[in-house]
């Protein structure tokens, strides 16, 4: 019903920036909240950010000042700006679209960030 795609990931410096996209396709009129997980090999799933569709917004304490999590309803794509990269954010990024029935989730992309 909802099919995510991400893109944006990378190789960076420490200290550097990346965009995060995930682009929403289907029945996107059902998107109630947006979501950005990550996974570092060997670690749990780690919630980063979440954002819903009237523009609240939510953040990790790890990320809190250093990324953020927006959205542009025109185009169903939600965004994570990530500044002030550190070697410890290196993981793959997952999007999440929750719906008023359904959860789904994007294919991945990875981040790594080099010191």
């Known amino acids: 019903q909802v099919q995510l795609v991400e893109s944006g990931g990378g190789l960076v410096q420490a200290g550097g920036s990346l965009r995060l996209s995930c682009a929403a396709s289907g029945s996107t009129f059902n998107i109630k909240t947006m979501a950005w997980y990550r996974q570092a090999p060997g670690q749990t799933r780690e919630l980063v950010a979440t954002?819903?569709?009237?523009?609240?917004?939510n953040y990790a304490d790890s990320v809190k000042g250093r990324f953020t999590i927006s959205t542009d309803n025109v185009k169903n794509t939600v965004y994570l700006q990530m500044n002030s990269l550190k070697p410890e954010d290196t993981a793959v990024y997952y999007c999440?679209?929750?719906?008023?029935?359904?959860?789904?989730w994007g294919q991945g992309t990875q981040v790594t960030v080099s010191s």
């Open positions: 954002i819903t569709k009237t523009g609240i917004t």
């Open positions: 999440k679209c929750m719906t008023y029935y359904s959860n789904y």
